[in-house]
């Protein structure tokens, strides 16, 4: 069988048609929470990209979204994950995979899990290189997986941090805690920063935007079980 | 009506098989022991039965003549594999035999009585045979007729053989309830009619009238004129492998790698019959005779890389308990199997699922079956026990169900952060003085500071004590606490329990 040399003129076509696909690859964002996706730079999480998330409830918010809709989850190296909290928030627990101690090759689960998760959560253990985050970053651009890193991770397209928060529902030896109000700070690749207030976790354990410090201080119903 | 005549028919009859059957599966020889089924015994051991347990009984009857009798749950997939060797025993000694149940099977006499040179030598040549499986009781009957010979060996010490044409002479003297007919076991002995042979005398049309068609052919068996023919079953092809290790292989990895061509033989027969295999047992056994079994599961179906896998961390995970000298065998047997057209890989690619699977699958053969699990939640009181978690293609087993009440469990919203082993904090009051709980749930003092490793937080509100005690009648079991929540000045919050030695742990931090 022999090789059909592309023409000038089709070779040109083929080059228009390769750019639409990846442009429509890029575009194809992973949606998040309304809340959230004012703060990213793209109003959602792309596939191939690396995101520094801290704290447990923002990580929960973020899984939520994309688990809901039909996505696999992965979380890799968080052995105390806590997974009734992950489903108050929405996150669909018969298509999460935890691997709590994947040890020292924490880099080739990660990896593999990218060829099929929609996205992986990982707490590296150590410091990672750019070069296993670079060719981390092909595959998972390849398959169109997101990867949240809750830790220190090179070159991420937007690190997701919490400030100021506040705590409800609790005084001094009465109620329970009903939620809290946090300043959720995105600061991009390049340098640009935005924050907005959000109540995470709300009452039932989700993300929810801030209406302000009368409506989430309101008394614990409380429901006879026994 | 022309009856064709009896053949001359060999039964084994190995009494109380159900008993024997968990005897060989768990090797627990000396214990009294009966099994039930709808809570009536329905078969018990030497022991059992010298202390009165008999059949029939109900189980709370039963363990009130033994107190130390060991009540068994029928289960005929147990009586099944347990028989499968001696079958294949006799198979081997003689061919064509027919399984009427577990512990019971009939063969045509006529062959193996030309080749041991008699009847009564060939019942104790298969007797013989089976004695090395350490199952000791068998008995044996010949006669004319499959009931007969059933009948001969029921009456055996441990062999019987009936001359032909003297069936109707032996049976006449038995109860009319070996016929194992419900309605007429129930009935004749009302009419006066308690022998076989009182039966057997009675005039064939007037059984006819009274018992129909099925009357005429008890009738029949109880003259001892038995027309059933020996229907000898089809031995089905061995699906199960083993492999013989010598000398005995120490490391894991040596005997994964040796049994790899065991494992493809095991995939390529199942295969060649037109299956796949989705349940597996396999079995290691040691030079010490340490024995390590496990059921393994897989969502679609094994591979050999698969089963492979499954053998070494079989060996790893009994490594530290079960197995302590060398392994001489591995042997592979199938628990359930499905065509194979169900699993063909389709025409259009795999669904996305089947891709997870294989990626979950080649990550679980780098960590272990624990390195991928999926959470699931269950009932209980504490966070910790709630989130159980299964391994990867396990079927998923809740120890406690959730739709109960579990008073004291939490409500929204729970922490996202749950130490699998909790951690050791510490609350003091304003003064530096451990808060601890006292028997009436006061406190000794305002919780003022957590300690969390080195670090030292001021509480800026806090709420409990939330007490939660369970299986207070269980020693063991028993836990017992009081839980609190703590806000601390840096804005995190701590779930926090105050054991009843009074230690503080954290159990979760809301983050």
């Known amino acids: 069988m022999s090789v059909r040399v592309a023409e000038p003129a089709s070779r040109s076509l083929l080059l228009q048609q390769l750019r639409a696909k990846t442009q429509a690859r890029i575009q194809q964002v992973t949606d998040v929470h309304p809340a959230l996706a004012g703060l990213l730079p793209d109003g959602g999480l792309r596939p191939g990209c690396a995101y520094q998330v801290s704290g447990g409830a923002l990580l929960l918010a973020l899984l939520a979204e994309p688990s809901t809709a039909g996505s696999w989850c992965s979380v890799v190296g968080i052995p105390e994950f806590g997974a009734e909290a992950a489903r108050s928030a929405g996150v669909t627990l018969e298509r999460l995979a935890l691997v709590p101690n994947p040890g020292q090759r924490w880099l080739s689960v990660v990896a593999a899990l990218s060829e099929v998760m929609g996205v992986v959560a990982v707490r590296p253990p150590g410091r990672v290189g750019p070069a296993d985050a670079n060719r981390l970053a092909a595959r998972m651009r390849e398959h169109g997986c997101v990867l949240l890193a809750c830790g220190e991770w090179p070159r991420t397209e937007a690190s997701l941090s919490l400030g100021r928060p506040q705590w409800f529902g609790l005084g001094e030896g009465h109620g329970y805690l009903t939620g809290r109000e946090v300043e959720v700070t995105a600061r991009t690749r390049h340098g640009l920063t935005r924050t907005t207030r959000l109540v995470l976790p709300d009452r039932r354990g989700r993300l929810a935007e801030s209406r302000g410090p009368v409506a989430v201080d309101q008394p614990v119903e409380l429901q006879a079980v026994g | ?511």
């Not at chain 2, 025993?89 to 030309?114: C, N, S, T, Y």
């Not at chain 2, 229907?231 to 013989?244: D, I, N």
């Not at chain 2, 994964?256 to 047992?281: K, Y």
């Not at chain 2, 065998?329 to 057209?341: G, K, N, Q, T």
């Open chain 2, 1 to 511: 009506m022309t009856v064709a005549t009896p053949t001359r028919c060999l039964v084994l009859w190995f009494p109380e098989w159900p008993v024997t059957a968990w005897r060989l599966a768990t090797d627990a020889w000396d214990v009294p022991a009966a099994v039930i089924a709808a809570n009536e015994v329905i078969s018990c051991s030497a022991e059992a039965r010298a202390e009165g347990v008999r059949l029939g009984q109900r189980s709370r009857e039963a363990q009130s003549r033994c107190p130390q009798l060991r009540v068994i749950a029928s289960d005929p997939a147990r009586d099944e594999h347990e028989f499968a060797p001696l079958l294949t025993l006799v198979e081997q000694a003689a061919p064509g035999v027919q399984v009427i149940r577990p512990g019971l099977v009939a063969l045509r006499a006529r062959g193996p009585a030309r080749y041991y040179g008699g009847e009564a030598q060939a019942a104790a040549a298969l007797l013989a045979g089976i004695d090395e499986l350490g199952v000791a009781d068998g008995r044996a009957g010949v006669a004319d007729g499959v009931f007969t010979a059933e009948q001969a060996a029921r009456e055996a010490d441990p062999i019987r053989v009936i001359p032909g044409g003297e069936s109707a002479a032996f049976l006449a003297p038995l109860p009319i309830g070996r016929l194992g007919d419900q309605e007429l076991t129930s009935l004749l002995p009302r009419l006066g009619v308690r022998r076989l042979g009182d039966f057997a005398t009675m005039d064939a049309g007037q059984v006819r009238d009274r018992f129909g068609d099925r009357g005429v052919r008890l009738h029949a068996l109880a003259a001892g004129a038995d027309s059933r023919p020996v229907q000898p079953r089809t031995p089905p092809p061995e699906l199960a492998r083993q492999v013989e290790f010598e000398p005995p292989l120490e490391l894991a990895e040596q005997v994964a790698f040796s049994s790899r061509t065991t494992a493809e033989e095991f995939i390529a027969g199942l295969a060649a019959v037109n299956l796949v295999c989705t349940e597996l047992r396999v079995m290691v056994f040691t030079e010490q005779g340490e024995r390590s079994e496990r059921v393994w599961l897989h969502p679609s179906c094994f591979d050999a890389a698969a089963v492979i896998d499954r053998v070494r961390w079989q060996l790893q995970a009994s490594a530290t308990d079960v197995i302590g000298s060398a392994v001489v065998r591995v042997r592979l047997e199938p628990v359930a199997v499905d065509a194979i057209a169900h699993h063909t890989p389709g025409l259009f690619g795999q669904g996305s699922d089947e891709k997870v699977h294989h990626a979950l699958s080649r990550v679980q053969s780098m960590l272990g079956p624990e390195g991928v699990v999926t959470p699931a939640i269950g009932g209980g009181r504490w966070l910790g026990e709630r989130q159980v978690l299964v391994a990867w293609s396990d079927r998923p087993a809740l120890p406690q169900p959730l739709g109960r009440p579990w008073p004291g469990s939490l409500p929204d919203p729970l922490p996202a952060t749950v130490f699998p082993d909790r951690r050791k904090v510490d609350v003091l009051d304003a003064d530096g003085v451990r808060v601890r709980v006292d028997d009436r749930l006061l406190l000794t003092g305002e919780p003022a500071q957590l300690v969390v490793g080195a670090a030292r937080l001021r509480t800026a509100g806090w709420a409990g004590p939330w007490p939660v005690a369970e299986r207070g009648w269980d020693a063991e079991r028993a836990r017992a606490g009081c839980r609190f929540q703590v806000a601390d000045d840096t804005g995190g919050a701590w779930l926090l329990v105050h054991d009843a030695d009074g230690g503080w742990w954290a159990e979760g931090r809301y983050d």
